[in-house]
């Protein structure tokens, strides 16, 4: 609604969430209620959460306010999920190589380690 500013050939657009109305996308409007309601009504979010990338960010917000020690415990749990991860696959590669040094046909040695058929193949030919 204010004046049309070309800086560097690109438009610059200032967004205020103090400033919505009816001509306000209903998307931008999702967001500017959000950045609002957590300003000025943290614990209290009546927002569009059909809309999956205000979801995202709720959660999002509700991890920063969590305490340091709350966050580093979150981080990690993750950290550790991801650790199991890349561990289960490893080894799911190295019991992949063994079932092959025994013949066992491919079909078989993905059901057994839940590698795919390419992996399995890959792992086959020596370029995993």
Excluded at 27 to 43: F, K, T
């Amino acid at each position: 609604m204010g004046e049309e500013i070309k800086l560097y050939g690109h438009q610059f657009v200032a967004l205020n969430p103090n400033h919505i109305d009816a001509s306000t996308p209903a998307q931008v409007r999702d967001w500017l209620d959000l950045i609002y309601q957590s300003i000025h009504n943290p614990q209290r979010h009546p927002l569009n959460t059909d809309n999956e990338g205000i979801r995202t960010a709720i959660e999002l917000i509700s991890v920063d306010n969590l305490t340091s020690e709350e966050r580093t415990a979150s981080k990690n749990k993750e950290a550790r999920k991801e650790a199991m991860s890349v561990y289960n696959n490893l080894r799911s590669i190295e019991i992949a190589k063994k079932m092959i040094e025994n013949d066992l046909d491919n079909e078989i040695i993905s059901k057994v380690t839940d590698l795919t058929m390419e992996k399995v193949q890959k792992i086959r030919e020596g370029k995993l």
